[in-house]
């Protein structure tokens, strides 16, 4: 299994879930495949284009979808929009990730150093996000 390690978090695509200081988030699966997206290019910027094929391929998406999964991810991230860490605004053009990303692979040492998350203290995102954003 694959993961990505940024800041002090490790994704797993497979499974959508985002561990960090404060535990394990499980991710939407959209959010989770817009998440991956901005780690398979990172410090790039992505076009909304770009991420509306990786993410909702064949389907007709509106820009509004797309700024949901933005917001999705840095509520989750504790990101800000006007001062951001993790994901930078390209005004009408798209997102830029905004730090190095490492790949892990199954088995390594910092697998393994976040493999221990108290499962009591994952979160559902998508529902408890959607309630904050309201």
């Known amino acids: 299994m694959e993961a990505y390690a940024f800041d002090r978090f490790v994704?797993?695509?497979e499974s959508g879930c985002l561990t960090g200081p404060l535990g394990t988030i499980e991710l939407r699966r959209k959010t989770a495949r817009l998440l991956a997206a901005f780690l398979d290019h990172p410090q790039r910027l992505l076009l909304k284009e770009e991420l509306f094929e990786q993410v909702?391929?064949?389907t007709a998406v509106v820009d509004n979808v797309l700024a949901q999964g933005?917001?999705?991810l840095r509520l989750a991230l504790g990101d800000d929009a006007r001062?951001?860490?993790f994901l930078r605004t390209r005004s009408a053009r798209g997102y830029e990730?905004?730090?190095p990303v490492e790949r892990l692979t199954a088995g390594g040492?910092?697998?393994l150093a976040w493999s221990?998350?108290?499962p009591s203290r994952h979160v559902h995102v998508g529902t408890e996000a959607a309630a904050a954003l309201r």
């Open 70 to 72: 933005v917001r999705e």
């Open 56 to 58: 909702w391929p064949s």
């Open 109 to 111: 040492p910092a697998a």
């Open 11 to 13: 994704f797993a695509p």
């Open 116 to 118: 221990g998350t108290d």
């Open 97 to 99: 990730w905004l730090l």
């Open 83 to 85: 001062q951001p860490r």
